[in-house]
Each structure stands twice: as structure tokens, then as C-alpha cells.
Nanobody
Framework: VQLQASGGGSVRAGGSLRLSCAASGRRFASYVMAWFRQAPGKEREIAAAITLTGTSTYYADSVKGRFTISRDNAMNTVYLQMNSLKLEDTAVYYC????????????????WGQGTQVTVSS
């Protein structure tokens, strides 16, 4: 599956953004999807993940209560709604796909989007 992330940009602290990740191929519904992020000088880390049908989700403690991951299997798209953004949310955000739940490591994911930059300013 090929992934194309979009929706990043610059926003003031407290603002919102919605990221989208469009997938090609007919097996999108077969993959667990996740959003990772990588801040400057830091390792890539998982932010959120969602099961095949969207019935279960996972959030890192740092984003819990502020971010919402969702998916539309008919549209082959996964979303990340980011509210109450903080300066520390500044990072490149990547969508990723894997066949297994729940995997939190970068090496556990087989397919990656190209990344979209999110910059939060004061």
C-alpha cells in the first residue's frame, strides 16, 4: 500500500489541524493504521493508532485527550484531528500501516507516508 500524508501547516498554540493520509490499493481495510511524529533532534514516536474497523484506538500519553485518530475505509483514508496544539507538538507527522495490533515501534510498520510538517508557534 502507498500512503500520502497531507494537512500539515503552521498554527498558533491552542489551535487545531487535521491531517489526512490517503492510501492506494484495495487492501487498506486490512491494515492497522498509525500516526507517528518526529520532532527535531528526537526519535520518531507513535502518536496514535487505530484498528482495522476503527473500533479501538491507542494514544500516546502526550496527545491523549487532544488528538483523535479516525479512518474511512470507503475512502481509503486515515485522519488525525489535532486540537489544543502545543509548542511541543511541532514535528514531522507520518502515517504508517502494519498488519498487527498493537505495535508501537517504528520497525513494526511496513508502509510509510512521506511526512507532513506541523509547526506550532506561540
Amino acid at each position: 500500500v502507498q500512503l500520502q500524508a497531507s494537512g500539515g501547516g503552521s498554527v498558533r498554540a491552542g489551535g487545531s489541524l487535521r491531517l489526512s493520509c490517503a492510501a492506494s490499493g484495495r487492501r487498506f481495510a486490512s491494515y492497522v493504521m498509525a500516526w507517528f511524529r518526529q520532532a527535531p533532534g528526537k526519535e520518531r514516536e507513535i502518536a496514535a493508532a487505530i484498528t482495522l474497523t476503527g473500533t479501538s484506538t491507542y494514544y500516546a500519553d502526550s496527545v491523549k485527550g487532544r488528538f483523535t485518530i479516525s479512518r474511512d475505509n470507503a475512502m481509503n483514508t486515515v485522519y488525525l484531528q489535532m486540537n489544543s496544539l502545543k509548542l511541543e507538538d511541532t514535528a514531522v507527522y507520518y502515517c504508517a500501516a502494519t498488519s498487527n495490533w498493537l505495535r508501537r515501534g517504528v520497525s513494526d510498520y511496513d508502509y510509510w507516508g512521506q511526512g507532513t510538517q506541523v509547526t506550532v508557534s506561540s
